[in-house]
């Protein structure tokens, strides 16, 4: 419980801090996020409508769309980041303050700060835009990768927003994203691109089978040997930054006694096996 009420409070500090750094550092000076929260900025750019009420109105058909096969706790999650995020920055709003006019100290410090709100949200089982969850559904379906979906779509709104405000603002936006992303990898272990994961146990085959339904990861199965704790099996699979933490609630079970670690993936060559519906529930295959 204590462990659940902590997650939940850092998810929604992470809210807003995202908030923050939007309202207050990059929307002054038209400095675009990307995704569904970008788009957003543009239409309040535009036609003044409010900021907050945008996010939370176009996110909710993404969320709705993708969220359903990503589970009920990741879903709720990210629901109650969305709303605490579109509440603050109706909040931020308000108050008559910028942090600075300067379109560069705006880009690096409103990179970092965004980063770190987005971060905390992701390290958390949530996620702050939609374009991410239809991502994630994407991948599944594809040998494409979350952060391949979620960069074409960052093509398109930084495209608009040179159409629109100038390629000075294009530019300093994909300056602001590049920043996001670095800091959002540096507090979640996880990225866009793929993570190799491998855990030692002695409870292979359930993990394995946990991995599956859950993640609908295939795992390979490998005998190991501990110099002082004997016979063990080593589990090796790929997933993405936003599987991480699902398989983190997976190994913290009661009943598990497993050792992970987790390392950056710069290049996947050849198919990239994701389960089907027709596959056995027990099924274990080269990742």
Same mark, same amino acid.
């Given at each position: ?35 569904i929260v970008g788009v957003s900025m543009i239409i309040n750019s535009l036609t003044k409508f409010p900021l907050g009420a945008l996010t939370i109105v176009l996110n909710l058909p993404f969320v709705i ?52 709100? @987005? ?18 559904? @994407? ?44 800091? @959002? ?48 099996? @080593? ?53």
């Amino acid at each position: 419980m204590k462990q659940t009420i902590l997650k939940t409070f850092l998810l929604m500090l992470g809210a807003v801090i995202a908030a923050f750094a939007l309202e207050k550092i990059l929307v002054p000076v038209m400095i675009l996020d990307g995704g569904i929260v970008g788009v957003s900025m543009i239409i309040n750019s535009l036609t003044k409508f409010p900021l907050g009420a945008l996010t939370i109105v176009l996110n909710l058909p993404f969320v709705i769309v993708g969220g359903r096969s990503l589970g009920k706790e990741f879903w709720l999650r990210t629901i109650a980041a969305m709303a605490v995020f579109s509440a603050s920055l109706s909040l931020f709003e308000c108050l008559e303050f910028t942090v600075t006019d300067d379109e560069l100290l705006a880009v690096v410090f409103g990179g970092i700060i965004l980063g770190c709100g @987005v971060g905390l949200i992701i390290r958390n089982g949530g996620c702050l835009d939609g374009t991410e969850t239809v991502a994630i559904l @994407v991948s599944k379906k594809s040998n494409f990768s979350v952060g391949q979906v979620v960069l074409c779509f960052n093509v398109i709104i930084y495209s608009m927003a040179g159409l629109l405000f100038g390629l000075n603002h294009a530019m300093y936006s994909l300056l602001t994203y590049f920043i996001v992303s670095k800091v @959002v990898d540096f507090i979640n272990t996880g990225m866009d691109q793929g993570k190799a994961v491998i855990i030692i146990t002695n409870q292979g085959q359930l993990i394995a089978d946990d991995i599956y339904q859950v993640l609908g990861r295939t795992v390979t199965i490998m005998p190991g040997e501990g110099l002082l704790s004997g016979k063990k099996e @080593v589990l090796y699979c790929v997933i993405t930054r936003m599987e991480l933490s699902m398989l983190r609630r997976i190994l913290e079970k009661d009943d598990y006694t497993a050792f992970m670690t987790i390392s950056d993936v710069s290049e996947i060559v050849g198919k990239h096996i994701k389960s089907s519906k027709g596959a056995p529930p027990r099924a274990v295959s080269a990742e």
